[in-house]
């Protein structure tokens, strides 16, 4: 498919920026006054098309990768988005997640991007789930699900080191590769259900752990009802409602006002669906009314031809 990482980048992007003025709102007030468009100002009082910080550290990972893959330079570049303002929508940051925001600044004080995440259980908000789509366009060859692992892993960890979160990027990762690929929706699901759960066997991971994913890996997330999908900032509600908004939908732009108006992390939730949405209905899918009003949106497209070229050969 042509414009595979322009759709995908530019899904992130939409999604976030749709989210952006209904950040923080309740599903209750969604469903009286649904968001059906772009709106501005709202929660963060920003302009039309702007997104926050989903997007800017998908693009700073994205950037990193059109000069090959190096940890510490994808750690630098949050460092130059936290302090300088790199990838904002506006030239100022204006939204970081705890999590995120005590990981950067072990960065600041030295510390080596493979040690800078936060560990602990309470430690797995939807940080390092928001921003690792560029990964799935990098490794979409890899043939040793170790590896593609370790990667995964490793960029979650910069921000979001507990395996929760790991395991979360690495099941959205592996899913969004198979759409990549081409494979139809449904049965990309069910073939990463079976991929997850058979490698977290093989490697030994806490049963615990990997029972807390059932709903996405035992069960047919889509199935369950609106009420069972929550949209808070926790990274296992935000992998349960991306793929329930995508799994339940026809369109782009189905698929991501579904995720908007699910409430709460509403641009983070956007960014997530966004990123496979894109990927799966293509760029033409993608509104055009809400490209032309996104944020950079030439600088993005600059962006996505680079790593179209470094990647997608």
């Known amino acids: 498919m042509e414009n595979i990482v322009k759709a995908g980048i530019f899904g992130v992007c939409i999604g976030d920026a749709l989210g952006v003025p209904v950040e923080f709102k309740s599903r209750e007030t969604l469903k009286m006054f649904p968001v059906e468009n772009m709106q501005e100002f709202g929660s963060w009082n920003q302009p039309k098309g702007t997104w926050s910080d989903d997007s800017s550290l998908t693009l700073c990972i994205a950037e990193e990768l059109t000069k090959g893959y190096d940890l510490e330079k994808i750690g630098q570049s949050f460092v130059k988005w936290n302090k300088y303002g790199h990838w904002t929508a506006h030239g100022r940051l204006f939204d970081i997640g705890g999590t995120t925001r005590h990981s950067i600044a072990r960065l600041i004080k030295g510390e080596s991007a493979r040690f ?15 921003r690792t789509l560029p990964l799935a366009f990098y490794l979409k060859d890899e043939e040793n699900i170790e590896k ?7 960029v979650s960890s910069i921000t979001h080191g ?5 395991f979360a990027c690495f099941v959205y990762v592996i899913f969004a590769i198979e759409l ?3 494979k139809d929706k449904r049965e990309a699901f069910h073939h990463i259900q079976k991929l997850a759960l058979e490698f977290a066997e093989n490697q030994n991971f806490n049963p ?3 029972q807390l994913f059932d709903k996405v890996l035992r069960n047919d997330i889509s199935t ?21 908004c995508f799994l339940n939908s026809e369109s782009y732009s189905e698929a991501v006002l579904k995720a908007v108006n699910l409430g709460e992390d509403t641009d983070t939730t956007g960014a997530i669906t966004g990123g496979i949405a894109g990927i ?3 760029f033409e899918n993608i509104p055009e009314e809400w490209v032309s009003v996104l944020a950079r949106k030439e600088d993005i497209e600059e962006l996505c031809i680079k790593l179209d070229k470094k990647l997608m050969k």
């Open 148 to 154: 593609l692992y370790q990667t995964v892993k490793e």
């Open 162 to 166: 507990h395996f929760r979160s790991v």
């Open 280 to 282: 799966y209905y293509g």
């Open 180 to 182: 990549i690929k081409g």
């Open 208 to 210: 615990k752990e990997i």
């Open 116 to 130: 800078s995440g936060n560990i602990f259980e309470e430690d797995n908000g939807n940080g390092s789930l928001m």
């Open 224 to 244: 369950y009802s609106e009420d069972e999908i929550r949209g808070s900032g926790y990274v296992l509600h935000s992998l349960e409602a991306s793929l329930w």
